[in-house]
Each structure stands twice: as structure tokens, then as C-alpha cells.
């Protein structure tokens, strides 16, 4: 209790549930890109997801939850900052002052707003359901997830919407890492340099690779 009632302790709880959500996003793109190889890949990927069945929830509501632990310290974190900065710390102070650390409430939102819209659309597919993956089988029977998605993104407006989001989670990322190892205590101030750079990369090539698939399939790289 005490843990959670001070900043640090805040952070801390921060750290692990971005750590559990980052992972999640590393997984989902490698599931997602799948995608540039064909249909085969993708539908044998969800049919995969889905045969979990109450496994498969077990993991939704432990990465909803932490999704929601993560937004309400996030805020209550920003709050604080703002009424007491006497508690920030030095190197805070110089990770804070990129335009990435900046805006992190504001990265947040804006994923959160697109996580609400991209369950309605993929999750719930109540958005251009005539695409939906359950209404549309593909030649094996399962559930067209390829085709959901490549007519979903032959909308430019939607492709941008995406390309949008991505952007803002590559810059929460590119400061977030380096805000979680920091906070886990996993660099010192000499490695600190390197951690900056190797969290912005990893961000930068998590923005590249969710990008690539809009913009492959607004181009007909990808799809049929
Ligand atoms: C180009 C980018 C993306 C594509 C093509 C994509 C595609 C999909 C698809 C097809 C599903 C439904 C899977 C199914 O139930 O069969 C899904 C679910 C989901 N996506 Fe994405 N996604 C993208 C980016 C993201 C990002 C950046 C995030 C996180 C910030 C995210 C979070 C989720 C979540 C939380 C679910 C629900 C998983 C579940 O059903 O348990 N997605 N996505």
C-alpha cells in the first residue's frame, strides 16, 4: 500500500505494467506482419489466438488490468509533477525535457483513444463490418483476418489514422523505455547515453514495422 501511495513506488508499478504492455506490442507486431507474406500466415495466426479460448482471457484481463493501472498512475504521475516539481528528480529533469517526455499524457490519450477505436474495429468489428473476419471465411474455413484488414486499410483515411497512432506510440515508447529502466534502476550515469539511444531505436523500429502494414497495403504491396 505504502508503495503505491509514493511516487517512486508509483513509478515502479509504471514500469512493470509499460513492461507487460510493450511486450504485448512486440508480440502483436510479430504476429501482424505476418501479413506480408499472405493471407496463410495471419488467419493461421488468429485461428491460433482464438483455439486458447479461456487461456486467451486469462491474458486479456491481466493486460487490461495493467493497462489500466498504467493509465491511472500516468495521470495521477502528471498531476503531481505539475503541482509539486520540487519532487522530480535530476535526471527526470533531463529525460522529461524531450518533446517525447513532454507529451506523454498526451501520447498516452491519444493510444488509449485508438486502443478504444481498434478493439471496436478488429476485436468487436463493429466498424466496416461488412469486412468482418467472422462473417468472412477464407478458403480453409477460418476467419479472414487478412482480408479484414488489407479492405479496412485500402481507406486511405483509416491507414492514416493508423499511421497517426503509430506515431504516437513510437513517441511514448521512445521515452518510456528509458524511463523504465531507469526507474528498475538497470543504468548508472554512464550507461544512462546508451539507454536513451537504445530505447529510441526500438521505439523507431516498432513505429517502422506497424507502419510498414497501412502503408504496404495503401500502396498494393500487400493484398489482393
Ligand atoms: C498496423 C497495426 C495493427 C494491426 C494491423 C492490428 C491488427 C489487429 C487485429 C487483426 C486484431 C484482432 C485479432 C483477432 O481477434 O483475431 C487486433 C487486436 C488487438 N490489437 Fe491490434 N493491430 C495493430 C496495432 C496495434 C497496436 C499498436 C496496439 C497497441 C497499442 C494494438 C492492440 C491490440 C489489442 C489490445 C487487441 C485485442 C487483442 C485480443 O483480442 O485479445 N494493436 N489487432
Not at 508503495?3 to 507486431?29: D, E, P, Q, Y
Not at 479461456?54 to 493497462?67: E, G, N, Q, S
Not at 547515453?193 to 530505447?199: F, I, L, N, T
Request: charged share 10%; hydrophobic share 55%.
Amino acid at each position: 500500500m505504502t508503495l503505491i501511495k509514493n511516487m517512486v513506488g508509483r513509478k515502479i508499478v509504471m514500469s512493470i505494467t509499460g513492461l507487460a504492455l510493450v511486450s504485448f506490442v512486440c508480440i502483436h507486431l510479430l504476429g501482424n506482419i505476418s501479413l506480408f507474406s499472405g493471407p496463410d500466415g495471419i488467419n493461421a495466426y488468429a485461428k491460433m489466438l482464438h483455439s486458447l479460448g479461456p487461456f486467451l482471457w486469462v491474458v486479456r484481463l491481466i493486460m487490461a488490468a495493467a493497462l489500466g493501472l498504467h493509465m491511472v498512475f500516468g495521470i495521477l504521475l502528471t498531476l503531481e509533477n505539475r503541482t509539486s516539481r520540487a519532487q522530480k528528480y535530476a535526471v527526470n529533469k533531463h529525460l522529461s525535457a524531450t518533446v517525447a517526455g513532454k507529451n506523454m499524457i498526451w501520447t498516452g490519450l491519444l493510444i488509449a483513444l485508438y486502443l478504444g477505436y481498434h478493439l471496436l474495429h478488429f476485436t468487436g468489428q463493429m466498424i466496416m463490418p461488412e469486412f468482418s473476419s467472422s462473417r468472412n471465411l477464407d478458403a480453409l474455413g477460418r476467419p479472414d483476418v487478412f482480408s479484414m484488414v488489407v479492405h479496412s486499410f485500402q481507406h486511405t483515411v483509416v491507414s492514416v489514422v493508423y499511421v497517426t497512432a503509430m506515431a504516437a506510440v513510437g513517441l511514448h515508447l521512445s521515452h518510456g523505455l528509458q524511463s523504465m529502466v531507469q526507474t528498475l534502476g538497470l543504468n548508472n550515469e554512464r550507461t544512462l547515453p546508451v539507454m536513451v539511444k537504445v530505447g529510441a531505436a526500438a521505439a523507431l523500429v516498432l513505429f517502422l514495422g506497424y507502419a510498414a502494414i497501412p502503408a504496404g497495403i495503401v500502396s498494393r504491396l500487400v493484398g489482393r
